[in-house]
């Protein structure tokens, strides 16, 4: 583990006194083996009795995340790395986060950037959620090595594109298109009472969270403890790491807030 990162039951409780919401990746940060933990539901419903918010900032899908957004006790859901934001007043549409003037034209841009990393590497597998994405492309991460992934991504640059990856998808998206920048706009234009950022905690698990690590933006972020397989592969850290991995590290996280 990076030395500069802590344990979170080191952490003092005053450090994370003054939160007053979590932003939280979904995969493998909420959820165990791929599903949500029984205690999630729970755990979300006393956060929101105690006045902490919670957005989740997730790679999913559009399709995937706007039922999130009304389906659980949360502040609302930004999808596919910061390219959307559902609030949960259903009768809000989606907002894209990126500027993106055609989506037709966008579509099949992102397509043909998909189909060009395809001719270097055949056996890439579109994602089955692909089908209900907006602003970027995904295909399936199966344990990729780092060469091909940094090889992905420089590709994916040459034809005007970024690149990240998470513990099960590959994303093709628009540059400058991250959950940094969509959690920021969507703080500063929707949630307006939480862009103190000193009263924001960010929590991950891999690459495509490590802009909510930079801690020149979010002084206050973790990451539960399967990040720790990808120290070697990012440029930010959290703050410090729990014990627990996926989704029982979020529940060691809100158990000491909570307190």
Same mark, same amino acid.
């Given at each position: 583990?990076?030395?500069?990162?802590?344990?979170?039951? @080191? !952490? #003092?409780?005053?450090? *994370? /006194?003054? =939160?007053?919401? &979590?932003?939280?990746?979904?995969?493998?940060?909420?959820?165990?083996?791929?599903?949500?933990?029984?205690?999630?539901?729970?755990?979300?419903?006393?956060?929101?009795?105690?006045?902490?918010?919670?957005?989740?900032?997730?790679?999913?899908?559009?399709?995937?995340?706007?039922?999130?957004?009304?389906?659980?006790?949360?502040?609302?859901?930004?999808?596919?790395?910061?390219?959307?934001?559902?609030?949960?007043?259903? @009768? !809000? #549409?989606?907002?894209? *986060? /990126?500027? =993106?003037?055609? &989506?037709?034209?966008?579509?099949?841009?992102?397509?043909?950037?998909?189909?060009?990393?395809?001719?270097?590497?055949?056996?890439?597998?579109?994602?089955?959620?692909?089908?209900?994405?907006?602003?970027?492309?995904?295909?399936?991460?199966?344990?990729?090595?780092?060469?091909?992934?940094?090889?992905?991504?420089?590709?994916?640059?040459?034809?005007?594109?970024?690149?990240?990856?998470?513990?099960?998808?590959?994303?093709?998206? #628009?540059?400058?298109?991250?959950?940094?920048?969509?959690?920021?706009?969507?703080?500063?234009?929707?949630?307006?009472?939480?862009?103190?950022?000193?009263?924001?905690?960010?929590?991950?698990?891999?690459?495509?969270?490590?802009?909510?690590?930079?801690?020149?933006?979010?002084?206050?972020?973790?990451?539960?403890?399967?990040?720790?397989?990808?120290?070697?592969?990012?440029?930010?850290?959290?703050?410090?790491?729990?014990?627990?991995?996926?989704?029982?590290?979020?529940?060691?996280?809100?158990?000491?807030?909570?307190?």
């Amino acid at each position: 583990m990076n030395p500069a990162i802590a344990q979170l039951a @080191d !952490l #003092p409780n005053h450090t *994370l /006194s003054a =939160i007053k919401l &979590i932003a939280t990746d979904m995969d493998g940060t909420l959820t165990v083996a791929g599903k949500f933990p029984p205690a999630l539901g729970q755990t979300l419903l006393d956060l929101q009795t105690a006045n902490l918010a919670v957005i989740i900032v997730t790679g999913r899908s559009a399709g995937w995340v706007s039922g999130l957004a009304h389906y659980l006790p949360i502040a609302g859901a930004i999808a596919e790395n910061g390219g959307l934001f559902y609030s949960t007043q259903p @009768d !809000l #549409p989606g907002k894209i *986060l /990126s500027n =993106i003037p055609s &989506i037709k034209a966008h579509r099949a841009q992102l397509a043909n950037t998909f189909h060009q990393l395809q001719f270097h590497f055949p056996h890439l597998c579109t994602t089955a959620d692909n089908t209900f994405r907006i602003t970027d492309w995904t295909f399936a991460n199966p344990n990729f090595a780092p060469m091909e992934l940094d090889k992905m991504a420089h590709l994916c640059q040459e034809m005007g594109f970024d690149f990240t990856y998470s513990t099960v998808q590959c994303h093709i998206k #628009p540059q400058g298109q991250n959950k940094q920048t969509g959690l920021l706009t969507v703080l500063q234009h929707h949630l307006p009472q939480y862009y103190e950022l000193t009263q924001v905690l960010t929590v991950g698990d891999s690459p495509n969270d490590q802009e909510l690590f930079d801690s020149q933006v979010f002084p206050h972020s973790i990451g539960v403890a399967n990040l720790a397989a990808y120290l070697s592969s990012i440029q930010h850290y959290p703050k410090a790491m729990t014990t627990a991995a996926e989704g029982l590290g979020f529940l060691e996280i809100t158990r000491k807030i909570l307190a």
